[in-house]
């Protein structure tokens, strides 16, 4: 069985200390003593703004990645009848379509541009199950539990990543 299906997925970093942008325009004041000079006054001035729930130095990364995906995979029948019961195993080819990076606080959110770690085109392996309700002669209506896992996702700097997903497919189907 083949088809085309939009895929859309995110990633989420909470708790990361964001501070406004600042223009500087020279260096001419600067100290070469800091204020805080203890490790622990800055531990604790991160801490103070990670958990506060007004504080604006708290925030997330957000990445959004969408794919246009187009499957290949077979089914082995189990059952057959009004009820029909399939092994469903393939790959699916993935188009990266949508790639957005921004940073998300209690009192802003701003576009950070796309990631540079994502391939514009990559794989997934998949298995699930095919459940069909035979309605008419040769139409089903059917519900496809299926996991799926990339492969090839990210070009650098992933680390261990490997994106995965567990999605609930529905439709009708007709047999010929």
């Known amino acids: 069985q083949s088809g085309v299906n939009l895929i859309s997925l995110g990633l989420t970093t909470n708790n990361i200390y964001v501070t406004p942008g600042v223009s500087v325009v020279g260096f001419s ?3 070469a003593n800091p204020l805080l000079s203890r490790s622990a006054d800055i531990s604790a001035l991160k801490e ?15 990445q959004i990645f969408g794919y246009v995906e187009i499957p290949v995979e077979v089914k082995y029948n189990v059952t057959d009848g009004k009820f029909g019961i399939n092994l469903v195993g393939g790959f699916s080819t993935l188009l990266l379509n949508r790639d957005e990076v921004f940073v998300e606080t209690n009192s802003f959110t701003q576009s950070l541009g796309s990631s540079n770690n994502l391939r514009s085109l990559n794989f997934s392996g998949n298995i699930g ?4 309700y ?4 040769n139409l089903f209506i059917n519900v496809s539990p299926m996991f799926k896992v990339q ?23 007709f047999k010929f």
């Open 129 to 132: 199950l095919d459940i069909d």
């Open 29 to 31: 004041n600067l100290s």
């Open 134 to 137: 035979s309605i008419y002669k």
């Open 48 to 62: 103070n703004a990670l958990t506060s729930d007004n504080n604006e130095l708290g925030g997330s990364i957000n």
């Open 151 to 173: 492969t090839n996702t990210f070009s650098k700097n992933s680390g261990s990543l490997q994106p995965y997903y567990l999605g609930v497919y529905t439709g009708l189907n």
